[in-house]
């Protein structure tokens, strides 16, 4: 007989059919004389009830069906009473795959999540990582999906590279120089390496996604990228994954109408896909979810320049709120700041623009004019966007990029970094430049967001930050 998944059989009232299930047990409760199994084989957060008349097996046998342990079941289906579904499996044959020893780190409910971090090799058997992950999965059917349907090629950027311009302080290096020698011989030959140079992992796609935008047109990437920064906060991973669009023809509001159509389209993929997971969640870990969710997809996001949110956090302090770091004109905002315009000023997510040049990258397009600010002209500001979302503070990073290749070079020029390293980037804006621009989401702060989980190490299976990788 062929196997049914439980999502299949709990859609499915053919009450009297014979079914194979197979999954692990979640719960095992006894009567008198019958035994109750929850269980689940991943496919949905939901159980399938088993009901073992204690009669029909052996003591042997019934001792083995404990938390954990793998089981495959032939049954009939029938109505339920009180099992919280509208079918259940009365069990004809049960056979034991696999046993579950006694020490098994999943057995307790209601275990914290830095216990679960510590057994990350067994969490994802749990209802809150098994919801989580199929989330992620379909999060990334949806971002495949909405970029498909509106003209965007996925294009794979490389994961090692030999650009080093864009994060060269927190970037991770790739070598098979054997190390000890180096440090014996006190130099490093960088010509003897494999690539016979100094060669990192990525910390963005986007410079070699514009390589590809300038010849498809529209293109997004998604993949993993490595970021050596060491901040131990509950928004930073070594590992994440980025997705980056990046489109030619546009200008900053149509970057701005894309990354707000983006985001409310991935929110309502996930209450169209996912609502046993979402409902789940909600009532375990945050009773607002559901609601935020519906929230984002409902409302009209603030846009603001940089200048006139300084003005707003200027305000605030003049009327007394306190913030841990200062915040004027020239400040990179930090999350607090970032936190009171969303969560407490405007009370929805915010894409602010118009930043200094001083706090944003080289290929940021710099405004015609210079803002002014308390009576004063202010330094040049760039088209920048950060989304900000509430609970998360950033989780989007754009920009409309330079295409003029002498501006470009002179901000090249300006910070410093090694033009020599950037001929090919360069190359794009003297054959044929045009206008683009692009955005990166991280993933995990997607996920982070439409979960309601409170730290980015419990969206992604293996998370990877400083001194912790296990596995
Ligand atoms: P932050 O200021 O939060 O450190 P950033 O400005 O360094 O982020 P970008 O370089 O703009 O980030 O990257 C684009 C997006 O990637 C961010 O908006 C964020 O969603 C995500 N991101 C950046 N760094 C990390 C990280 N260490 N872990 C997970 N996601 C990240
Ligand atoms: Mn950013």
Redesign the pocket.
């Known amino acids: 007989m062929k196997r049914t998944r439980i999502v299949d059989l709990l859609k499915s009232v053919d009450y009297g059919q014979e079914v194979l299930v197979k999954g692990w047990v979640r719960t095992r409760r006894n009567s008198k004389s019958v035994g109750f199994i929850a269980l689940n084989d991943g496919s949905t957060i939901k159980n399938i009830q088993i009901v073992a008349d204690m009669e029909k097996f052996s003591d042997d046998l019934m001792k083995k069906i404990t938390t954990g342990a793998c089981l495959s079941v032939t049954g009939t289906m029938v109505q339920s009473i009180g099992s919280g579904q509208a079918v259940e499996v009365q069990a004809d044959k049960i056979e034991v795959l696999g046993t579950c020893d006694d020490d098994y780190p999943m057995q307790k409910k209601g275990q914290s999540f830095e216990y679960m971090r510590q057994n990350a090799h067994m969490r994802l058997r749990t209802n809150t990582f098994g919801a989580v992950m199929r989330i992620r999965h379909n999060m990334s059917i949806a971002i495949h999906k909405f970029f498909h349907d509106h003209g965007f090629y996925y294009f794979h950027t490389p994961i090692i590279t030999a650009s080093d311009c864009e994060g060269a302080g927190n970037m991770f290096q790739v070598t098979t120089l054997d190390l000890a020698k180096v440090a014996k011989d006190g130099e490093v030959d960088y010509s003897q390496d494999f690539f016979g140079k100094h060669v990192n992992l990525t910390v ?1 796609g986007q410079l070699e996604g514009e390589l590809g935008a300038t010849a498809l047109g529209a293109i997004y990437t998604f993949g993993p990228t490595f ?1 050596a ?1 060491n901040s131990n906060t509950p ?3 070594s590992e ?1 994954w ?1 997705i980056e669009p990046e489109v030619c023809f546009i200008d900053l509001p149509e970057l701005m109408d894309l990354e707000e159509k983006f985001i409310k389209y991935c929110v309502q993929w996930a209450l169209d896909n996912c609502s046993d997971d979402l409902e789940f969640l909600n009532n375990m870990i945050d009773k607002g979810l559901i609601e935020r969710l519906k929230g984002i997809v409902n409302t009209e996001f603030v846009r603001l320049s940089y200048t006139e949110g300084i003005e707003i956090l200027q305000k605030a302090i003049r009327g007394g709120r306190k913030f841990d770091f200062p915040c004027n004109w020239g400040d990179d905002l930090s999350s607090e700041h970032e936190r009171y315009l969303v969560e407490e000023y405007f009370k929805k997510p915010v894409i602010m623009t118009h930043y200094p040049k001083a706090i944003k990258a080289f290929y940021m397009k710099i405004d015609e004019q210079n803002p002014v600010y308390d009576g004063k002209e202010m330094d040049q500001t760039v088209q920048g966007t950060d989304m900000l979302f509430p609970q998360i ?5 754009g920009s409309v990029r330079e295409e003029n290749y002498d501006k470009l070079v002179n901000e090249i020029e300006e910070r410093n970094i090694p033009m020599k390293d950037l001929w090919w980037y360069l190359d794009t804006r003297r054959f044929g430049s045009c206008p683009h621009a692009g955005f ?3 993933f ?2 997607l996920i982070l967001f439409i979960t309601g989980l409170q730290n ?1 190490r419990d969206v992604i299976p293996f998370p990877r930050t400083p001194r912790n990788v296990e596995f």
Do not use: T, V
Request: proline share 0%; hydrophobic share 35%.
């Open positions: 963005s970021r920064e928004r930073h991973l994440f980025m503070g950033e989780i989007i990073g990166g989401l991280g995990e702060r980015i």
